[in-house]
């Protein structure tokens, strides 16, 4: 057995959140997840959680998890996929769940992910083609292909976010998550928006408020890496600039 020590919260009927535990038959090979779904369908019908794919595909199940005492503000935990996480990696015998930070808590683990999406949307996160659309298909070589791996692989699942200290205290920052999707379209051959993209990003709410503390690349379930990716945007939209105020 291992114990599970959950978040706890409803806004429409608490005042403050707690933690609920909870006893879970743990067996080799299961997940965080499987966890959750063992407490809601035998010891608790009332607990809420996001979740899908159960693959680490669809992102929907992004928490803080941790052995233990860990919290969101520090100990041994950080936010990962309950679904690519294994049970037997906690020690302590005692698993402790939260949910993103950052954003309103909807019902225990449930965020709302409003303001997450709408930061994302600001960006144009669609292709945006320089000349005009062929009847086929863009050709897209494999080294202009590989230029955009890494962005394409995000599946904004929010980690990044919930881990982000800049999130914390700017509810108006775009976030890492935006940030490296711009970079997607930025680095694509057949994309033709840089300039506009540029002008959504490159201000003291966007880029230039990131603070390159690299969380977002510690909690990753992608192994991506949005503090590098925002670093370069920023060498590039300061290089922009300065070829606009030169004389030639």
Known sequence: M???KVFRFDPEKDRNHRFDRYQVPAEKGMTVLE???YILDNLDGSLSFRSSCRAAVCGSC???ISAGGGSVLGGNGKYRLAC???IET???GTVVVQPLAHLPVLKDLVVDLTNFFKHYE???PYLIPSTAIPEKEFIQLPTERKKIDG???CILCGACYGSCPIAAGSQGYLGPHALLKAARFVYDSRDGASAERFALIGHSTGLFRCHTVFNCQMVCPKNLDPSGTIAKLKMKAIW???RQLLPF
Do not use: C, V, Y
Request: glycine residues 4%; positive net charge.
């Open 2 to 4: 291992i114990e599970f």
């Open 240 to 242: 922009r600039k300065i």
């Open 84 to 86: 690519n996480t294994q």
């Open 151 to 153: 962005a394409i692989d």
């Open 90 to 92: 906690f020690k302590s």
């Open 35 to 37: 966890g959750l779904w």
């Open 122 to 124: 600001e960006i144009k």
């Open 62 to 64: 992004a928490m803080h």
